[in-house]
């Protein structure tokens, strides 16, 4: 995979699934947080529903689903479930 498949989880669209490939910044606060939700590399993520404003969203994953602000759901980079 290359760096031009490479995003971020809050760039997603509604009904768009991606795998998890790492947190672009392990020392955020909620990192170790949204590791414990499942956002561990190799796990396909969804996203369902993005708000009106566009922040939070929510997002499937692992069978759950949890809402994320923007600001925390663009440190986990994604690219295409293989």
């Known amino acids: 995979m290359n760096n031009k498949n490479i995003r971020s989880l809050s760039d997603l669209r ?5 795998a ?3 947190l672009t910044d392990p020392a955020h606060d909620l990192a170790e947080r949204l590791t ?3 956002l561990t590399a190799g796990s396909a993520v969804t996203c369902t529903m993005k708000s009106p404003l566009g922040d939070p969203c929510a997002y499937l994953i692992r069978g759950a689903v949890i809402a994320l602000r923007r600001a925390d759901a ?3 980079a994604v690219g ?3």
Do not use: H, N, Q, R
């Open 14 to 18: 509604p009904g768009e699934t991606a």
């Open 20 to 22: 998890v490939l790492f």
């Open 36 to 38: 414990d939700l499942g």
């Open 74 to 76: 663009s440190i986990v």
């Open 80 to 82: 295409e479930v293989l």
